[in-house]
């Protein structure tokens, strides 16, 4: 079905140039240079942090428990992170190593999390905290040098203007309510106002698109003149999409939900769909769920985390690792342990310490402003480029010789970590490494040059 609109699409701009004008995107000089940054970074933090976050039970709460919104809606009343410290979670966040952060200002349950002017159902107006937490968390990120995007739902549980889909059907909205002009009036609004009062933003996030996927006709979210309205504002944020599909004109980066492109084990990505020439952008969570659940502590283990970022970046991808902050404002203490123990990798800290190694290695090299490396990812692990420099991480290998296939000339091989020599030995069809002794660690980085 999908297909054939998407098709459809392209028929109509083919028999009607005038159509085919309007959806030309050219980005600015600015957006490019964001783009690239935004890449070199390959790593950041996400933080789904809402009311949801006080139910603990995940940002899907509302809906799977089947609240009814005038219901739910009352626990604003009683939100009070009385030890949030935006200060502590940028430093936190930025000891991993990661270069950015994305934070949820509007989840599907409806709740803004700044000091909006559209809507009362926000934290200044419908909480006793009254501090505008995404202003806290902006300034900080200037102050720390960090990049800060926001997510925002196009879906939304408890207002009755925004016309329902496939979700929030237990939520009890009055449907004869549905205004589209009124409720998308109300989003851009409200972007206008995150891309004012909060200084430079790195992107905007979006979600809930797929709440109308199965619209008998198709749903116009009128994207080209929102995502227009970004660029207005703030040339320089990226605009993506958690749609699961090819990017629309207007986009900036492509977006894949709980797999590395090219993979569809979580089943979402939409079968037409794509890889683009774009910056892509794969995001997980660190447990299993996006917002707080306080049952879950099955936490992904730091080698596993680390594992991740290296196909991810070998894949020539950025990883958005998820934390849910608890509804007293912390972050979780093994998700900021695992952050800590992150930092030792990419930063080169003896392990459990934070002395930096004495061989001055940081393994941040490997993986932030690299490319995807000549050879794809294998079963054995990843490899990652920096100009002439091949970076071969070996995550999983039980014999001394790994088989590269690989066309450039190696002109020096070496362990990254001792600097021990690597034999290299050519074959018709690539190279094979010889290495010290078996590997073992975390992470046997290999580090080529190559001509
Ligand atoms: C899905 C979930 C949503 C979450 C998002 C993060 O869209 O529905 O709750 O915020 O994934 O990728």
Not at 40 to 64: D, K, T, V
Not at 236 to 247: E, F, Q, R, Y
Not at 312 to 333: H, S, V, Y
Not at 366 to 395: E, K, M, Y
Request: charge should be negative.
């Amino acid at each position: 079905m999908k297909r054939i609109l998407v098709s459809a699409a392209f028929a109509a701009m083919a028999l009607c140039p005038a159509l085919a004008q309007q959806t030309t995107y050219v980005p600015t000089p600015e957006n490019i240079a964001s783009r690239q940054d935004f890449a070199e970074r390959r790593f950041g933090i996400f933080l789904h942090w809402g009311l949801y976050s006080m139910f603990a039970q995940g940002e899907w709460y509302m809906q799977n428990a089947g609240i009814p919104y005038a219901e739910y809606s009352k626990a604003a009343s009683a939100f009070y992170p009385a030890n949030f410290n935006a200060h502590d979670w940028v430093a936190a966040i930025k000891a991993s190593g990661a270069g950015y952060i994305t934070i949820t200002s509007r989840h599907h349950e409806g709740f803004s999390m700044w000091d909006t002017k559209c809507s009362d159902y926000d934290i200044i107006d419908a909480t006793p905290f009254k501090r505008d937490v995404l202003k806290e968390l902006a300034e900080e990120c200037q102050k720390q040098d960090i990049r800060l995007h926001f997510y925002y739902s196009h879906l939304d549980w408890g207002r009755d203007d925004y016309p329902m889909g496939r979700t929030g059907t237990q939520c009890k909205k009055d449907p004869t309510k549905a205004d589209w002009k009124h409720y998308y009036k109300f989003m851009n609004d409200q972007l206008t106002e995150l891309l004012t009062n909060y200084g430079p933003i790195g992107a905007i996030w979006f979600d809930g698109w797929w709440d109308h996927d199965s619209d008998a006709t198709p749903f116009d979210w009128e994207l080209p003149e929102q995502y227009e309205l970004i660029h207005r504002l703030q040339p320089a944020c990226l605009v993506g999409n958690n749609h699961h599909m090819s990017p629309n004109p207007g986009e900036d980066i492509q977006i894949f939900e709980r797999d590395l492109p090219g993979e569809n084990k979580a089943g979402f990505v939409d079968e037409a769909a794509e890889i683009s020439r774009l910056p892509l952008e794969t995001c997980e969570t660190m447990n299993g769920m996006w917002g707080y659940k306080i049952i879950d502590q099955n936490y992904k283990s730091a080698t596993q985390l680390v594992h991740y970022l290296v196909n991810t970046a070998g894949k020539g991808a950025n990883l958005l690792m998820n934390i849910g902050p608890q509804p007293n404002g912390e972050l979780p203490a093994t998700a900021v342990q695992r952050l800590k123990e992150m930092g030792e990798w990419m930063n080169g800290c003896e392990r459990g310490t934070s002395k930096v190694n004495p061989s001055g290695l940081a393994h941040v090299e490997t993986i932030r402003g690299t490319v995807a490396g000549d050879v794809p990812v294998q079963s054995w692990g990843a490899t990652t480029r920096c100009g002439n420099r091949l970076f071969v991480h070996i995550l999983k290998h039980d014999q001394q010789e790994l088989y590269l296939p690989l066309n450039c000339k190696v002109v020096k091989a070496f362990a990254f970590d001792d600097k021990a020599p690597v034999k290299v030995t050519k074959t018709p069809s690539g190279v094979v490494l010889t290495l010290p002794a078996v590997p073992t660690g975390v992470d046997y980085v290999v580090e080529l040059e190559t001509k």
